[in-house]
């Protein structure tokens, strides 16, 4: 490790974030990113990495995309940030253009800075039209760690910071069981049901067929509303435009954050039914927000809308789930006693080991062998994977590579044995 690498390492314990720093050292990650560009990470020392964490999908275009940073140059020549309290060319046009390809029904975009901050326009929105305090979501959540968010999540988030919820204002139940979401709205004292399409910190389990529609049959059955957290799962990173609607739901509100960005300029999105945006009319100045809805970052939303509805996008983004899960059929084929399964829905994929915490040694070896990917926080036997959806072939060969080298390490390490399986 250089001297200037060591360096920023121990300015960041003493002026940033002591714990998080020390913790990546101590698992064999002791990255600080330098140069970025599109799917590759450069570390301080040099090492290049392909990146299939993206930020949770943050960079779905790749870092530093180049007509993204065409769009916001220009636009810093006219915009700034903007201020909230006006209307505004940008922020107007995105949120038109949000509801030209969100799911029917959709009206009013409302603006935030980041992920939490659309979760907590989703909860009051919620609670102002059906006008009920009750919340559902699913154990081992994550909507974000600002303050009604934090309490729709894993408890990991909300006890260091004393924001349990003490008022039984926020229930969770488990993914995947209809009969425990039943009897948390059967009350019909809930204001709305909020759920990640896929469960991304758990580690992506994926719905059983036909469970989100009939969450959502029961929401309107005890009139809650639906609210749909796409962070992770909209923006094409399926296979279709939003994740939610590939599952044959239509939500009342939806939750758009990171690959809006583009990586590029922070902005985050609340998209709202008639209904569950009843407020704007009623007092449009309840929620504000400085950032939220930055004439920048709308330029920037704007385009990656555009990128990401192109019709050879939509047609790669599909090959390239299917090549990259033939090869992962393949590497688990050679480990099937230590790689146990893959999650996938496009390319959102969450890769299954044999072990408690076995997406960890999988994580170090792919970061010495080239590769970022990281563990699911709330389930460390599961590999958050999520290659880009501009991958070209070539690029998803040398992962495989890579990939297949780094987890049959972590198999020798785990198990004792690296040995193939014959034939």
């Known amino acids: 490790m250089s001297a200037e690498k060591l360096e920023v390492l121990e300015k960041s314990k003493a002026f940033w974030n002591p714990n998080k720093t020390q913790f990546w050292q101590d698992v064999g990650v002791d990255l600080v990113i330098d140069k970025r560009e599109g799917y590759f990470l450069n570390d301080m020392d040099g090492r290049r990495l392909i990146d299939v964490h993206l930020n949770g999908g943050t960079y779905n275009l790749g870092h530093r995309n ?16 903007g201020n909230h309290h006006f209307p505004a060319l940008a922020r107007t046009a995105l949120a038109e253009a949000l509801v030209g390809c969100t799911p ?20 009051k929105s919620a609670r102002n039209a059906t006008q009920k305090r009750k919340i559902v979501s699913v154990i081992k959540a994550y909507h974000g760690h600002s303050g009604l968010a934090v309490k729709t999540g894993d408890e990991r988030f909300s006890k260091t910071f004393l924001s349990e919820d003490t008022e039984g204002e926020f229930i969770q139940v488990p993914f995947n069981d209809l009969q425990a979401m039943e009897d948390a709205l059967k009350g019909r004292d809930a204001a709305a049901v909020i759920m990640e399409t896929i469960p991304a910190t758990y580690g992506f389990p994926m719905p059983h067929e036909g469970y989100l529609p009939s969450v959502k049959a029961l929401c309107e059955k005890y009139d809650a509303l639906y609210i749909a957290d796409e962070v992770q799962t909209g923006l094409m990173r399926t296979g279709e435009m939003w994740g939610i609607t590939k599952y044959g739901v239509t939500p009342d509100i939806m939750i758009i954050g990171k690959g809006i960005t583009g ?11 008639e209904r569950a945006g009843q407020w704007l009319k009623q007092d449009g100045f309840a929620h504000m927000s400085t ?17 990401t509805q192109r019709p050879e996008v939509v047609s790669m983004v599909r090959y390239v789930a299917d090549f990259i899960r033939a090869g992962l059929d393949d590497i688990q084929d050679l480990y099937p006693d230590f790689f146990i399964g893959i999650r996938q829905n496009g390319v959102v994929m969450g890769l299954e080991f044999n072990d408690p915490e076995g997406a960890k040694p999988v994580m170090r070896h792919l970061y010495e062998n080239g590769v970022w990917a990281i563990f699911s926080t709330l389930d460390p036997s599961v590999l958050q994977f999520k290659p880009g959806i501009l991958m070209t072939q070539g690029l998803s060969e040398d992962l495989l590579r890579r990939v297949e080298i780094a ?4 198999a020798a390490e785990v198990q004792g044995s690296g040995r193939r399986r014959a034939g």
């Open 263 to 273: 990586g590029m300029y922070p902005i985050s999105c609340c998209v709202v039914s």
């Open 291 to 307: 950032a939220g809805g930055a004439e920048l970052g709308c330029i920037v939303g704007l385009k990656v809308l555009e990128i």
């Open 104 to 123: 029917a029904g959709m009206k009013y975009t409302i603006y935030g800075a980041g992920g939490a901050e659309a979760t907590e326009l989703a909860i």
């Open 407 to 410: 987890i049959g390490r972590a």
């Open 66 to 81: 180049a007509e993204l940073i065409e769009v916001l140059n220009a636009g810093a020549k006219r915009f700034d940030m």
